[in-house]
């Protein structure tokens, strides 16, 4: 066995400067220290967990879950250096099990003849089957290995319960446009950026860092080719950028006329039942770069503000999809927009809810703050029902249908009425429901 070991073909050495110099410009502006990494605050704030085990050289076992060129490979890499580890990296889509069990090989050679820790570095882990994770459960229980898993997928999903209990998950999030505009404007100054730069327009990487999706790789590569295509006495204009990253250039300003146009646009089409249209103007602000977070957003308020209890399961799409948009980001999340702003399309209409709370507010606030009626006071403390609080109240539970006809409105309020259902989807039947509780409780 041992010596099988020592005749094992160790990992290839970091690349000189004569190679690091043909790598890919994503590949060379790598950051090299937490000081050049950009985004992921959430995780790497200070005395984060992630941010302790990288800067002390402590690593654990993780899973870093998150979109394609956030940082995860990075992150890896750098907990590799701070912990003077040895770093063996493989891609799920191409390693089987025997290619694991060389690395956990090499692994425990390290440890014993050196002391050495490994930090396996295992890209796209969700690609393996359970019996492939299986393979690493003893190495990883055992401190043979630090595994750093690498998804795009949710790991609660893909990863089976076993190797997920000895993992921490951290989940990175897409960058923010401001993040890749940063890096972008790094490479054209650095020493390992791009050499003999030619000029680029501001537009240029403006919409390099936009349509780039959160991706700094996408948009590190995408300014290389353009870089490329012109030459050093060249200049990267839009109309190069666009056919580097092959998107088009959309018209559109986050903080201007179109922001709220198209968002207008979208919410009067969907409340007017229109796909089609919904769909068209949802299209625009995901190709203007509109971050999904705000769409999501918008749609959860509609499903209150038009749909309502017409279809009360409207607020589940639209928080699902809410959901979904942190969960999954750019781009795939467009289908998640895209379904729900078909489902609130199609829905039944309904601003009952909101005229509703509008009449109700606007009374408080002409009022003020009612003051219940000594029945529906709380008397969950010592003494409350020697203040006569929560005395004589009448447990609708103890009527035949459930309701009962004491009054609950504040006495200034007597006779008030701020809902008035419509007649439109699941509020037909609510509203003739209403009626029949108004008539039982002598309110009709």
């Known amino acids: 066995m041992e010596e099988r070991l020592f005749e094992m073909e160790e990992p290839a050495a970091a690349p000189d400067a004569a190679d690091a110099a043909s790598q890919p410009l994503a590949a060379r502006m790598r950051p090299a220290s937490l000081g050049e990494f950009v985004g992921q605050e959430h995780l790497l704030a200070r005395g984060s967990a992630l941010r302790t085990a990288i800067e002390e050289g402590r690593p654990h076992s993780m899973i870093l ?44 050679h390290r440890l014993q003849t050196s002391g050495e820790r490994t930090i396996f570095f295992l890209d796209e882990i969700h690609r393996f089957n359970k019996a492939q994770q299986d393979t690493l459960l003893p190495a990883v229980e055992n401190g043979t290995v630090v595994l750093v898993g690498a998804t795009t997928e949710n790991p609660y999903f893909e990863v089976n319960s076993a190797l997920l209990s000895r993992c921490r998950i951290y989940e990175l999030r897409s960058l923010d446009e401001e993040h890749v505009l940063a890096l972008l404007r790094r490479a054209l100054g650095a020493e390992r950026g791009i050499s003999d730069a030619p000029s680029v327009d501001d537009d240029a990487l403006e919409f390099l860092a936009a349509r780039a999706a959160g991706d700094a790789r996408t948009a590190l590569s995408a300014l290389e080719l353009a870089a490329e295509t012109v030459g050093e006495s060249g200049a990267v204009t839009l109309r190069v950028a666009e056919d580097a ?47 999904p977070r705000f769409i999501a957003r918008r749609m959860v308020v509609l499903a209150s503000e038009d749909i309502g209890n017409a279809d009360p399961r409207a607020l589940e799409v639209a928080v699902s999809a809410a959901h979904a948009v942190e969960h999954v980001g750019m781009p795939e999340c467009a289908l998640n927009l895209a379904q729900a702003a078909v489902y609130l399309a199609l829905a039944p209409k309904s601003n009952a809810s909101y005229e509703a709370i509008k009449r109700a507010r606007a009374w408080v606030q002409e009022h003020g703050t009612p003051e219940p009626p000594g029945a529906l006071r709380s008397a969950a403390y010592p003494g409350a029902k020697k203040l006569g609080r929560g005395l004589d109240y009448d447990s609708p539970h103890s009527h035949p249908e459930g309701v009962s006809d004491q009054e609950l409105m504040p006495s200034e309020a007597v006779g008030e009425r701020f809902l008035e259902l419509s007649e439109h989807g699941e509020e037909a039947a609510l509203a003739e429901r209403l009626e029949r509780i108004r008539r039982a409780r002598g309110r009709d």
């Open 65 to 108: 879950y998150g979109p394609p060129g956030t940082g995860k490979t990075t992150l890896a890499r750098l907990l590799a250096v701070n912990a003077r580890a040895a770093f063996e990296e493989e891609s799920a889509v191409n390693a089987g099990r025997a290619e694991v069990r060389a690395v956990i090989d090499r692994a425990r």
């Open 245 to 291: 990253l092959q998107r088009s250039a959309i018209l559109y300003d986050k903080g201007g006329d179109l922001h709220y146009d198209l968002i207008s646009a979208w919410i009067k089409s969907t409340r007017g039942s229109d796909p089609d249209a919904s769909l068209l103007y949802l299209a625009a602000m995901i190709e203007g770069g509109e971050d």
